[in-house]
C-alpha cells in the first residue's frame, strides 16, 4: 500500500533508477524505445504490445485514445528518469507507469538476453501539494543534468527543457501551460529556471564545504 493515494487532477513527481543503479539505456534505439512507450502507453484502452499496435490503424494508437496522465515535464538519463504527473483517469498514473515498465524491462530483456527486473522496486513517488514546489521541481527536472554536473553521451539524456524554452518539434509534455502560463513567455520561464538553477549549485557548494569542515 503507497503511503499517498493517487488523485484525479493531482500533481505527483514520479521517479526511480535502474536496479543496483545499472544504466537503463545503451543507445538510442533504446532511449528512442523507452519514450515511444510514454507515448503508447498512456491510454485508457490497452493497446497490448507496441509491436503489435504499429500494426494498427492510426485512430487505435493510445496517443489518439483517452489518456491516463498528463505529462507535465520529464527528465531521462541513464540510469533513472524524472516526471511531473497530472492524473487524469482513476489509477491512470499507476497503469501509465506499470505498462511502460513493464513493456520496457521486456524489450530491454530481450533485446540483452536477460532476465529478471531492471527497476529499483515500484516507482517512487512525491505529492506536489504546493505552486512553488511544483515551479522549483519543474526546473529541477528540465534541468536534472546540469544540477548534478553529469557528463553523458548524445544520446544517454533528454529533457523537456526545449519544450519549456524553444518551438520544440518532439511535444511529450501535454499541459506546460500548468507551469508556462504563470509567466510571460518562455523567455522569462529560461530566465526563472536560470537563475534557480544558479542559487541550486551555489547552495550544494555551501553544504559540501560545512561537510569536508563537520569531516575535518
Request: hydrophobic share 30%; net charge positive; with cysteine.
Amino acid at each position: 500500500m503507497r503511503k499517498i493515494p493517487f488523485a484525479v487532477g493531482e500533481f505527483y513527481h514520479i521517479y526511480n533508477r535502474g536496479v543496483e543503479k545499472r544504466n537503463l539505456f545503451q543507445d538510442n534505439d533504446d532511449l528512442g524505445r523507452f519514450f515511444k512507450s510514454i507515448s503508447e502507453f498512456n491510454t485508457e484502452k490497452p493497446i497490448g504490445s507496441i509491436f503489435e499496435n504499429s500494426f494498427k490503424k492510426k485512430t487505435q494508437l493510445g496517443s489518439e485514445a483517452s489518456k491516463l496522465v498528463d505529462i507535465i515535464c520529464y527528465s531521462v538519463s541513464q540510469n533513472h528518469y524524472h516526471f511531473i504527473l497530472e492524473q487524469i483517469a482513476d489509477k491512470g498514473i499507476e497503469k501509465f507507469m506499470h505498462r511502460v515498465g513493464t513493456g520496457y524491462t521486456k524489450y530491454f530483456n530481450n533485446k540483452y538476453k536477460r532476465s529478471g527486473v531492471l527497476f529499483q522496486g515500484i516507482f517512487q513517488s512525491r505529492h506536489i501539494n504546493s505552486n512553488e514546489y511544483l515551479l522549483h521541481l519543474s526546473v529541477y527536472i528540465n534541468l536534472n543534468n546540469a544540477i548534478h554536473k553529469t557528463r553523458l553521451g548524445s544520446f544517454a539524456s533528454k529533457s523537456s527543457w526545449d519544450e519549456y524554452t524553444k518551438d520544440f518539434k518532439m511535444e511529450l509534455c501535454h499541459n506546460k501551460n500548468v507551469v508556462l502560463g504563470q509567466f510571460k513567455d518562455k523567455k522569462e520561464y529560461k530566465k526563472f529556471a536560470e537563475k534557480f538553477l544558479k542559487s541550486m549549485k551555489e547552495r550544494k557548494e555551501y553544504l559540501k564545504k560545512i561537510e569536508n569542515c563537520i569531516i575535518e
